[in-house]
């Protein structure tokens, strides 16, 4: 039976993914365990941010034949809905020279030319999903010039695990996917949208995964 691992920053990405189904766990990272479409299933509560993140992927995906992720992200331009996470960068790894940050891709040396600072993901099995790049980092963006920022890096989401969940799960040689539904535009009005928006934008992303677990 195929094993996926699936994360979630927060207990309520976690807990709209196949709900009041399996078995739990009081663990370090909270855990919950079921089979579904012929998968044997964990959801890890990772919690928020790239070390939290990583440290789950480390933890679990050895075993795993699948790594993903689910939950919510704030738009660099991008329309409201669930969206399906083509490439994955880390926009706070890279060098800081004068005047100017030099993004490259995580775990590459930060110095010399910078190649694609990118990670892709899994190819689509036709969910239908309007395809992003999405940028992650270990800060909430809630101003438009820093959006801007990220949005020249030719990313149209931004969150804070997904660029670390694609760098862990390619050092694991694992292939990794992400849907992630959106809450707010980035901006300063970013904390009241979050939290208006998080039950619902959670369950758009969970009912896609869903799909997508079926699709396996």
Same mark, same amino acid.
């Given at each position: ?8 920053a927060l207990p309520e990405e976690a807990e709209s993914l196949f709900p009041n ?110 395809? @992003?790049?999405? =940028? *992650? %980092?270990?800060? $909430?963006? #809630?101003?438009?010039?820093? /959006? !801007?920022?990220? &949005? ?33 535009? @980035?901006?300063? =009005? *970013? %904390?009241?949208? $979050?939290? #208006?928006?998080?039950?619902? /934008? !959670?369950?758009? &992303? ?11």
């Open positions: 039976m195929p094993n996926l691992l699936i994360l979630a189904v399996g078995t739990s766990a009081a663990a370090p990272i909270p855990l919950r365990r079921l089979t579904a479409h012929g998968h044997a299933l964990t959801i890890a509560t990772c919690g928020l941010g790239k070390v939290n993140a990583a440290l789950a992927v480390g933890l679990f995906g050895a075993d795993a034949d699948l790594i993903l992720m689910t939950g919510t992200c704030g738009a660099l331009g991008a329309a409201p809905g669930a969206y399906w996470i083509a490439e994955a960068l880390q926009h706070d790894y890279g060098a800081a020279h004068p005047g100017a940050f030099r993004r490259y891709r995580a775990g590459d040396w930060p110095m010399g030319e910078a190649g694609a600072a990118h990670f892709a993901a899994m190819p689509d099995p036709g969910l239908g999903l309007p395809h @992003a790049r999405i =940028a *992650s %980092g270990d800060s $909430f963006v #809630a101003c438009p010039d820093a /959006a !801007a920022d990220l &949005a020249s890096l030719g990313a149209t989401l931004v969150d804070m695990e997904v660029g670390a969940v694609a760098q862990a799960a390619a050092r694991l040689g694992k292939p990794w996917a992400a849907i992630k539904a959106v809450t707010d535009e @980035a901006n300063d =009005a *970013s %904390g009241g949208e $979050f939290q #208006a928006n998080l039950a619902r /934008a !959670a369950r758009a &992303a969970a009912g896609q995964i869903e799909r997508l677990v079926a699709m396996q």
